[in-house]
């Protein structure tokens, strides 16, 4: 016991100190904590001696407490190791902090499992493993706008120092400070005809009674109506309907007569998660509530609660995704599920809180949002407070260049625009080896597996079986052409979702704009010319010589390429057909023949000014130590933050919002003048644990 608990001590300690793991996600192992682990260096320090153990108590490296970063204790579930499950624990009779030590080591093995499985630790190291990613470059990141010179920073160190508040379409900063469930007036059930009742004998009743309660093995109960006139059978049908919940009725002819069935619409589901039936009519039909989760992407929040609550996951709606390395609060809506039900998650799930409830009779669309609100911290800063200032100043009054972020194109050697391209060019030979031929870069062992048997093999079904996840993009990939065969690759990259398809193409519109914007910035600096397009009434306008000396370049838009959409008419405006044309792709026919992947094409800012911009330097000792004070530790009445006078490391905690579309990273890198890629920032990270 004493051996498992020191190296529980080291794996605690190694989660905290580790940060070239904690800068976003890029499919690595997570523990039950929802903090990454770094096996290379649970194994040396695994390595140390009891006495070191005692030193480093001894200096209370571990005295801390669970902060609101960390996944909390629940009493009624946890999560599975791959925090894309939960289970639910009994606990009812007070066992969790019995069992503690038992979960513990129960969790440290599972962890040293997977991560074997991983094949993490067995060579390189993560920021080795990443110096096959993605850097800026490589996706026509190359220009900034300001002259200040620039400083490092960490970014994300910990995800709870990126915080991100959505702007409803009202224009307000999506908050959760209530957890209270709304108080409603209670609807009045209308009284069943008393003709009803009567026609109704006591032995129908109880049958109807038992059916109510799933005691009646017909699974039915027929009432002949035979002599019945029309209004009467309505009757009996709302009488029914009224004093029998969760019953549907319908007539049918049996042997020539006419039957009233009443009958249980959803099955026994229909007791254990009343939706429909029970749902008063005075109230909306939508549950709108906000949601604040932690370390999670919306679509997984989504899958979680659509689990909990046992419906699918599209009676959900929401106005954006935010992302997942991060603290964020948005507005949900879900279709009659009442607020007492969702409320009642609070108790049941980790790093989710759900408040603010209130019903409507709309559901929430996407891209109704004004924007997002976002708060980040960056650590360990460098520049000084003139060179914060500066930056900060810039940032406010003219903004940044609007790229599309390194989130866009994934995190692996294989950017999801070559995808796209190969797609746009109908090579489908090719989109089936850049998504499964193997890659170097940090992946999950049992994808690093599924690729090698693939290149070895080339058998969908033998490299499906070496998938223990298969809903991931090459499972289902594997699966259609399991199913269609490798000559018809078209329908089994179909069975891949909808949403994820169009990623690959819009990934690829994503790249030639930011290459097209690099290089007009480049060729014409900061101010509008001749040639430029700005929108007039949601229609693309070309500039003349005498509409540019009075237009403002944070007007001026560039097209992603398509089909319905004009090009500027300058130098830079004309290069879109070179490079179009450099990829065997031809500008003027942007239609595929598969029309999913027939690019319309859009217009998209140059530049982008943040507002509601401020900042502040702030100093620490501690990299543990949360640095924003986040909605959930309000609700809770915990202190804030307490920030030193003097301390061995200087932050810059900013705040800005920005609209729809646009990403918070770029807003970053105009002020660090750094590269913001996982690539580099790994590097920047492993530097400064050295």
Not at 72 to 80: L, S, V
Not at 127 to 137: N, Y
Not at 141 to 167: A, N, P, Q
Request: a neutral charge.
């Amino acid at each position: 016991m004493l051996r498992v608990a020191q190296r529980l001590t080291v794996l605690k300690w190694t989660r905290d100190i580790i940060p070239a793991r904690r800068w976003y996600s890029c499919n690595l192992p997570v523990n039950r904590k929802g903090l990454y682990c770094n096996q290379k260096s649970f194994q040396v320090l695994q390595q140390c001696s009891s006495t070191d153990f005692r030193a480093m108590e001894d200096k209370e490296v571990l005295s801390e407490s669970v902060h609101i970063g960390e996944k909390r204790p629940c009493a009624e579930e946890e999560p599975e190791h791959t925090a894309k499950k939960a289970r639910v624990q009994d606990d009812t009779n007070g066992s969790h902090a019995a069992k503690q030590s038992e979960e513990d080591k129960d969790e440290l093995e599972e962890e040293e499992v997977l991560e074997d499985e991983d094949g993490e630790g067995e060579g390189e190291s993560f920021a080795d493993m990443m110096k096959h990613g993605l850097s800026e470059v490589d996706v026509g990141i190359h220009k900034f706008v300001s002259d200040h010179k620039g400083f490092s920073g960490i970014l994300k160190e910990r995800y709870s120092d990126f915080v991100v508040h959505e702007i409803n379409k009202e224009g307000k900063i999506v908050r959760l400070d209530d957890l209270s469930v709304p108080v409603e007036a209670k609807e009045v059930p209308e009284e069943a005809d008393p003709v009803d009742c009567q026609t109704l004998t006591d032995e129908q009743k109880q049958q109807l009674a038992d059916l109510q309660l799933f005691k009646n093995k017909e699974g039915n109960v027929a009432i002949e109506v035979e002599n019945d006139s029309k209004e009467k059978r309505t009757l009996l049908h709302k009488s029914v309907k009224t004093l029998y919940p969760g019953l549907e009725t319908k007539t049918e002819e049996r042997e020539g007569k006419k039957y009233i069935v009443a009958y249980h619409a959803a099955g026994k589901k229909a007791l254990a998660a009343p939706r429909k039936h029970s749902w008063p009519k005075n109230r909306g039909s939508f549950c709108h509530f906000v949601l604040y989760k932690e370390n999670k992407d919306t679509m997984d929040a989504i899958n979680v609660l659509s689990k909990f609550l046992r419906v699918r996951p599209n009676v959900f709606s929401y106005m954006g995704t935010k992302d997942k390395r991060a603290i964020t609060v948005q507005e949900i809506a879900v279709l009659k599920i009442s607020a007492e039900r969702l409320a009642h998650l609070n108790k049941c799930l980790m790093n989710f809180k759900l408040g603010n409830f209130n019903y409507k009779k709309h559901p929430l669309k996407l891209g109704e949002l004004q924007g997002n609100h976002f708060t980040v911290v960056l650590r360990n800063i460098s520049g000084s407070d003139e060179q914060v200032l500066q930056a900060m100043t810039s940032l406010r009054e003219t903004g940044f260049i609007n790229y599309y972020g390194m989130q866009r194109f994934g995190t692996t050697a294989v950017p999801t625009h070559q995808v796209g391209r190969a797609i746009l060019r109908n090579n489908w030979t090719e989109v089936m080896d850049l998504i499964l031929k193997p890659r170097p870069g940090a992946e999950k062992g049992y994808l690093v597996k599924c690729r090698e048997e693939w290149a070895q093999t080339q058998d969908p079904k033998a490299a499906l079986k070496k998938l223990p996840v298969k809903r991931c993009v090459e499972g289902q990939l594997l699966r259609g052409l399991s199913k269609y065969g490798k000559n018809n690759i078209i329908t089994a990259f179909g069975l891949i979702p909808r949403n994820n398809r169009l990623m690959y193409i819009h990934s690829y519109q994503s790249f030639v704009w930011n290459t097209m914007v690099s290089r007009r910035v480049d060729a014409y600096g900061l101010k509008a010319v001749e040639g430029d397009l700005v929108l007039k009434g949601g229609t693309a306008h070309i500039l003349s010589a005498e509409e540019a000396k009075e237009q403002s370049i944070h007007e001026i838009v560039m097209p992603l390429p398509g089909y319905d959409v004009i090009y500027p008419t300058h130098e830079v405006g004309k290069g879109y057909r070179d490079l179009l044309a450099a990829d065997n792709l031809d500008i003027d026919h942007m239609k595929h023949k598969v029309r999913d992947y027939s690019l319309a094409g859009a217009y998209r800012r140059i530049l982008i000014r943040p507002s509601d911009v401020s900042w502040e330097v702030i100093q620490y000792d501690d990299p543990r130590v949360p640095l924003i004070y986040t909605d959930v530790e309000k609700l809770e009445n915990k202190p804030m933050p307490v920030y030193l006078t003097e301390g061995k490391y200087r932050a810059l905690k900013m705040e800005f919002s920005l609209p729809p579309s646009t990403y918070a990273t770029m807003a970053i890198r105009e002020v660090l003048k750094m590269d913001t890629s996982i690539k580099n920032q790994t590097q920047l990270n492993t530097v400064w644990l050295n």
